[in-house]
T-cell receptor, first 116, second 117 residues
Framework: AQTVTQSQPEMSVQEAETVTLSCTYDTSESDYYLFWYKQPPSRQMILVIRQEAYKQQNATENRFSVNFQKAAKSFSLKISDSQLGDAAMYFCAYRRANTNAGKSTFGDGTTLTVKP | GAVVSQHPSWVICKSGTSVKIECRSLDFQATTMFWYRQFPKQSLMLMATSNEGSKATYEQGVEKDKFLINHASLTLSTLTVTSAHPEDSSFYIC?????????????FGEGSRLTVL
């Protein structure tokens, strides 16, 4: 079974600084997706960034980027120039590819605090 | 982008009553939706996979008679908590898989907070 581990229950960062959230996963599949989702205090989950396992290039979305290390099964999220609105719980998630209705596996989450 | 709406966002009910939560895909058809339960500051716990036109697939340990799921159309799935008790109080979230070309991510509803008195 696939597992996703986020070893940092809580992290804090000063506004405008950079923070990295860690995620490791375990799978025997070769083709899969990895995601970072954000859950702000409003509680609605939104997608931050997505990575396809077959792509070697790390995904980037504006201030958000990932460091995807397939061999090490590591998928960290870097938030640059942190803003107060980045404060939220962040979940790392895994999903098998090539399946119509596969379930996603979520990590336990990292609560990010942004200090003004 | 794909929009998923959940209603109600907040509900309080008396113990022993039933509560229905709706999950709608507003601008796409969703053959598959997922229902989760989330406790404060914890991860999402998958309860069941809702498939349009067929029975839901429940995760181990989830009582199917307690949590009734109906996916009667391509845009609507409902979760009914039957004979609710205080221990059913929680935050319930639905998500839907967008149509092809599918890039793997899920789109989530706003969540529904259930409080059973």
């Amino acid at each position: 079974a696939q597992t996703v581990t986020q070893s940092q229950p809580e992290m804090s960062v000063q506004e405008a600084e950079t923070v990295t959230l860690s995620c490791t996963y375990d799978t025997s599949e070769s083709d899969y997706y990895l995601f970072w989702y954000k859950q702000p205090p409003s509680r609605q989950m939104i997608l931050v960034i997505r990575q396809e396992a077959y792509k070697q290039q790390n995904a980037t979305e504006n201030r958000f980027s990932v460091n995807f290390q397939k061999a090490a099964k590591s998928f960290s999220l870097k938030i640059s120039d942190s803003q107060l609105g980045d404060a939220a719980m962040y979940f790392c998630a895994y999903r098998r590819a090539n399946t119509n209705a596969g379930k996603s596996t979520f990590g336990d989450g990292t609560t990010l605090t942004v200090k003004p | 982008g794909a929009v998923v709406s959940q209603h109600p966002s907040w509900v309080i009910c008396k113990s022993g009553t039933s509560v229905k939560i709706e999950c709608r895909s507003l601008d796409f058809q969703a053959t598959t939706m997922f229902w989760y339960r989330q406790f404060p500051k914890q991860s999402l716990m998958l309860m069941a996979t809702s498939n349009e036109g067929s029975k839901a697939t429940y995760e181990q340990g989830v009582e199917k008679d307690k949590f009734l799921i109906n996916h009667a159309s391509l845009t609507l799935s409902t979760l009914t908590v039957t004979s609710a008790h205080p221990e059913d109080s929680s935050f319930y979230i639905c998500s839907a898989r967008p149509p092809e070309p599918y890039t793997g991510e899920l789109f989530f509803g706003e969540g529904s907070r259930l409080t059973v008195l």
